[in-house]
């Protein structure tokens, strides 16, 4: 298949870029052609990233693509999905069991999740290919001379260590996976609150102003931080792996070359992968598209 992906993109390359061109000016709320694919992709950069890989690739096949960027929230582009104003999106499996699917109870594994996710797709006409092996979610991070003080391991070690501080942004203080959840569930009064905006618990973590952060697990700053991520020993943060969500049809039409191609850049996002695409968009300023072209390049699908 990759040889057939060089030739193809060899062939097809003026053709391609002068057919996108077209796509671009048309009308982008109509589906394409039947032979085009239309991708997808939400409002912040790791889906910006997750979307150009799926992009390119297919592109590099010889098919007609267009990138829609920012489409919205999960609920706004499922709808752009089932409604056929896009055919393919990357989505978190847990939101898709927990906002799309409406359920409300946690899942004991990453496997349950993803197969309850596939199930639900698959009761409304859309395709979960494979999942990615890092996932993307809430977590508590603390700093390693913290850790060590304490002997911290698991979120459950912080019961107690005495008062300390967790910051976490305001709209994630209630609700099933906010701090009023977290103190219920590990039974950790000595955990005091201290509300940030996102991205400002690193620096207050830095500084010694707090002890403990809210953090998402693929974020960039964990590369360059001297922070430990506390296990999540009662799975309340869930499971969040990544899964290109394809409308059945689609992928009917254009077979298991396109299938194929997104199962493989899946399994090649680990969290180390993800992690340094992000903050080579974050930190280093590079276009999510150069991004996603160096991640293919590298691992030959290009």
């Not at 267009?66 to 999905?81: C, P, R, Y």
């Not at 300390?164 to 959840?181: H, I, K, L």
């Not at 997104?262 to 340094?276: K, P």
Request: aromatic fraction near 6%.
């Amino acid at each position: 298949m990759r040889e057939f992906s060089r030739r193809a993109l060899l062939r097809s390359g003026a053709l391609a870029t002068a057919s996108l061109a077209l796509a671009g000016c048309a009308g982008q709320d109509k589906p394409g052609p039947s032979d085009a694919i239309t991708v997808g992709s939400k409002g912040f950069a790791e889906s910006w990233i997750t979307g150009e890989l799926y992009a390119q690739a297919l592109r590099a096949l010889g098919l007609q693509v267009t990138l829609k960027t920012n489409v919205g929230s999960s609920e706004i582009i499922d709808q752009a999905l089932t409604s056929g104003q896009i055919d393919l999106y990357p989505e978190y499996t847990g939101v898709i069991v927990m906002s799309l699917a409406g359920r409300e109870e946690l899942l004991a594994t990453g496997a349950e999740t993803y197969q309850v996710a596939k199930e639900f797709e698959a009761s409304r006409g859309v395709t979960l290919l494979e999942a990615t092996p890092f996932e993307n979610k809430n977590a508590i991070a603390v700093t390693k001379a913290f850790a060590d003080e304490h002997g911290l391991k698991t979120i459950d070690d912080l019961r107690g260590i005495g008062d300390f501080v967790y910051s976490t942004y305001p709209d994630n203080v209630s609700g099933g996976q906010g701090y009023e959840a977290i103190v219920r569930e590990y039974r950790l009064p000595n955990m005091k609150l201290k509300t940030l905006s996102i991205g400002l618990n690193y620096q207050a973590i830095e500084r010694g102003e707090i002890q403990a952060a809210d953090v998402f697990t693929t974020d960039p700053q964990l590369l360059r931080s001297d922070l430990v991520v506390l296990e999540d020993t009662l799975n309340l943060f869930g499971f969040q792996n990544v899964a290109p969500a394809i409308r059945s049809d689609v992928l009917e039409r254009h077979g298991s070359e396109v299938s194929d191609v997104l199962n493989r850049i899946s399994e090649l996002l680990t969290l180390e992968a993800i992690q340094t695409m992000n903050a080579a968009s974050a930190v280093n300023r590079l276009d999510p598209s150069q991004v996603a072209k160096m991640f293919l390049d590298a691992n030959d699908l290009l």
